[in-house]
């Protein structure tokens, strides 16, 4: 996958294409929704930007979505300590930021267009139910689990029964976890967009089925590749 963000492509697009590019126009005071029908100079002028920085704060993120969903086959032949140190840098911490960006626009659409769409009011509810379990479940695998896992895997931890216990408790707040996402795709309409859908509308959306995304990833990593590895 290239990279083709060109000082010619519209803002709006390139939103829609990348829906965390989002950020970068936020931190630049460049309006992605109302005013996202323009060419990417046109808001840099407006904006007295520098171009090529600008273009380099996109190409960050795009180099960040573009690892996030590279295949995770390969990994079925790296050992556990490389695969923890992989999730712990490309989902945790990706996850992290995308739910403490994501949280304002979630709270803003339901808080403006609640009253016209109240499935928005459960999405809020969902989103930060998600976001409070995620957290926690990843804490506990970077405070607990892995930490066990990694001894596991250097045979220097002899209780198994034990790491075993603690994985089984993972793999259950990850059904958990993908519950709430279903009820999130389920009450969204697979996040069917109403006609008077404004650009921040959109762009939760959007955003919210990226994150579902990483998530099923990360869980896949884990659920199939490592923890099978100890509980087989």
Same mark, same amino acid.
């Given at each position: ?33 109302? +005013? ?35 295949? =995770? ?20 911490? =990706? ?10 626009? =979630? ?6 267009? +609640? ?62 976890? +993908? ?19 404004? +650009?921040?509308?959109?762009?939760? /959306? ?23 590895? /100890?509980?087989?």
């Amino acid at each position: 996958m290239t990279f083709t963000i060109t000082e010619n492509s519209l803002v709006k697009d390139i939103v829609n294409e990348l829906p965390k590019t989002s950020d970068v126009f936020k931190k630049n005071r460049i309006d992605f929704c109302c +005013g996202g029908n323009i060419p990417l100079s046109q808001a840099v002028a407006q904006n007295m930007l520098n171009m090529d920085s600008l273009l380099g704060e996109l190409k960050v993120v795009f180099e960040k979505y573009e690892n996030a969903e590279k295949d =995770v086959e390969v990994w079925t032949e790296s050992d556990s300590n490389t695969i923890i140190d992989h999730v712990i840098s490309n989902y945790h911490r =990706v996850s992290e930021e995308e739910l403490k960006m994501l949280s304002p626009y =979630v709270t803003k659409v339901s808080r403006v267009h +609640g009253d016209n769409h109240p499935e928005l009011l459960k999405v809020n509810e969902l989103f930060y139910e998600f976001k409070k379990e995620l957290i926690e479940h990843m804490e506990k695998e970077e405070a607990i689990v892995f930490p066990l896992i990694k001894q596991l895997a250097d045979g220097t931890f002899e209780n198994r029964e034990e790491a075993i216990n603690k994985i089984v408790e993972l793999e259950k707040e990850h059904d958990h976890a +993908g519950e709430i996402l279903r009820q999130i795709r389920e009450v969204t309409s697979d996040f069917e967009l109403p006609l008077d859908a404004c +650009g921040t509308y959109r762009l939760v /959306y959007a955003r919210l089925e990226a994150l579902e995304g990483l998530t099923f990833m990360h869980v896949h990593l884990e659920n199939n590749i490592l923890f099978p590895r /100890y509980i087989a």
